[in-house]
């Protein structure tokens, strides 16, 4: 069974920020997050490992719940680069097979 | 590292046809994955490699499915007698161990 996203879809102006959450129902070894544009491929973000800490680079960052088994996507000051669909992606441990999530659309806009 | 090449881009065929893709990896990424993605949907996985060994399949891959990494460098996966529940952007990965998983741009077939 796949991560369930939340929300499914959302628009922002630039500068505004926005949390994308992702939920499964699995025991979870890690968190991978992704950002795919239209016609392109998955371009990795970030990965959250059992045990880690939160992590982010400038604008983006992430946490991970392990009691939980729930993972959250932030993104502050958004720009017009950071349009396109967001996955995360789940590893229940062991060859890092990824079960990627129902996705997220982001659009932001002037 | 030039990153993770896949040919042909884009392939046509016919219900029926074999077709057979091809996927470089990163130089020096032992593990090698192909995923399957579908309009509006996230990449499902296939198979995966830890060099020449094949250590997963997913239930997805039927029959008609069968991968190959035979030097554990590059790997190829082929489908033959297409159907067009077939059609779909065919992803592959690679990653050095249980690392980050750095995908190519796709390949996006099309059954007629």
């Known amino acids: 069974q796949q991560p369930v996203q939340s929300p499914q879809a959302v628009i922002l102006r630039e500068g505004e920020d926005a949390v994308i959450n992702c939920s499964s129902s699995k025991a979870l070894y890690s968190v991978h997050w992704y950002r795919q544009k239209h016609g392109e491929a998955p371009v990795f973000l970030m990965i959250?490992?059992?045990?880690?800490e939160q992590k982010g680079h400038e604008k983006i960052s992430a946490s991970f719940n392990e009691k939980k088994q729930q993972s959250s996507l932030y993104l502050t000051a958004s720009q017009l680069s950071y349009s396109g669909t967001y996955f995360c992606?789940?590893?229940?441990?062991?060859?890092?097979?990824?079960?990627f999530g129902t996705g997220t659309q982001l659009k932001v806009e002037l | 590292d030039t990153g993770v090449s896949q040919n042909p881009r884009h392939k046509i065929t016919k219900r029926g046809q074999n077709v057979t893709f091809r996927c470089d990896p990163i130089s020096e990424h032992n593990r090698l994955y192909w995923y399957r993605q579908t309009l509006g949907q996230g990449p499902e996985f296939l198979t995966y490699?830890?060099?020449?060994?094949?250590?997963?399949k997913s239930r997805l891959l039927s029959d008609r499915f069968s991968a190959e990494r035979p030097k554990g460098s590059f790997s190829t996966l082929e489908i033959q007698r297409t159907e067009q529940g077939d059609s779909a952007m065919y992803l592959c990965?690679?990653?050095?161990?249980?690392?980050?998983?750095?995908f190519g741009p796709g390949t996006r077939l099309l059954v007629l």
């Open positions: 490699f830890q060099n020449e060994a094949q250590l997963e």
């Open positions: 959250l490992l059992k045990g880690g």
């Open positions: 990965a690679s990653s050095k161990n249980s690392e980050t998983q750095y």
């Open positions: 992606g789940t590893e229940e441990g062991g060859g890092n097979k990824l079960t």
